[in-house]
C-alpha cells in the first residue's frame, strides 16, 4: 500500500539526480567555452578578459526538443553583419517550440562557406534576438551552433543555456552576422551569455 509513495519518491531522486548531470555538464561546457578564447588566434578575448564573462544560471526548462521543417529549396541568400560586409547563408529548416508554454519559430541555417569544409559539412547555425537584448545581454543578438548529425526523428535540441555572444560583443573589427528580422522572439530568454562585464584593450 506504500506503492505510490515510493513511486513518486523515485521520480523525485531521478529528477534531482538528471539536474545535478545536466548542471555538471553545463558547467564544463562554459568551461571549455572559457578556455576556447585563449587557444583561438583571431579570439578578441585574453586569458584576463575571460573572468568578466558573464551567464544567467543554469536552467533546463531553455532546453527544449524543436520540430523541424526542413526547407531543401530554400534561396541562397546575403546576411548582413556588423562590419558591413554579407556572407551567403541558405535556410536549411524551420524549428518550432515551446517555451513557457507559448509556441514560437526561428530559422536555422547554413553558412555556404563553412559547409564547403569537410570538417563543418554538418554545421548548422541559429542567429536569434530577444527582449533581453539591450539589457542583459548583448543588442546584436546571440548564436546557437547546431549540427545536422544532432537530428533525431526530424527533431533537434534546441539548449539556450548554449547561446553564446558574437565576438563583436567583446570588440569591434569582426563580421558577425546580425540575426534576420524573423528570428527575433518576442519573449526574454533568461539563459546563457550575459553581457560582458569587462573592457577589452584595443
Not at 562554459?30 to 578556455?35: A, P, S, T
Request: glycine residues 4%; proline residues 5%; hydrophobic residues 35%.
Amino acid at each position: 500500500m506504500h506503492k505510490p509513495i515510493f513511486t513518486l519518491l523515485f521520480l523525485l531522486l531521478a529528477q534531482m539526480s538528471f539536474g545535478q548531470r545536466y548542471e555538471e555538464k553545463m558547467a564544463a561546457f562554459r568551461k571549455k567555452y572559457k578556455e576556447d578564447f585563449i587557444r583561438e588566434e583571431r579570439s578578441p578575448l585574453k586569458a584576463k578578459d575571460t573572468g568578466f564573462i558573464r551567464f544567467y544560471p543554469i536552467n533546463s526548462n531553455y532546453a527544449v526538443w524543436a520540430e523541424l521543417s526542413l526547407t531543401p529549396n530554400a534561396p541562397v541568400f546575403d546576411m548582413l553583419t556588423h562590419s558591413g560586409k554579407k556572407q551567403q547563408y541558405r535556410q536549411y529548416a524551420i524549428a518550432t517550440f515551446k517555451i513557457k508554454s507559448k509556441i514560437y519559430n526561428l530559422n536555422i541555417y547554413q553558412s555556404l562557406k563553412l559547409i564547403a569544409k569537410e570538417e563543418m559539412k554538418d554545421h548548422l547555425f541559429l542567429p536569434f534576438n530577444d527582449l533581453t537584448n539591450y539589457k542583459s545581454t548583448f543588442g546584436g543578438g546571440r548564436y546557437i551552433d547546431l549540427s545536422v548529425i544532432d537530428i533525431r526523428n526530424n527533431k533537434i535540441l534546441l539548449d539556450f543555456n548554449k547561446c553564446y555572444n558574437p565576438y563583436c560583443a567583446y570588440k569591434e573589427g569582426y563580421s558577425c552576422p546580425i540575426p534576420p528580422s524573423e528570428n527575433r522572439l518576442n519573449t526574454r530568454i533568461e539563459a546563457g551569455e550575459q553581457l560582458f562585464a569587462g573592457k577589452v584593450d584595443e
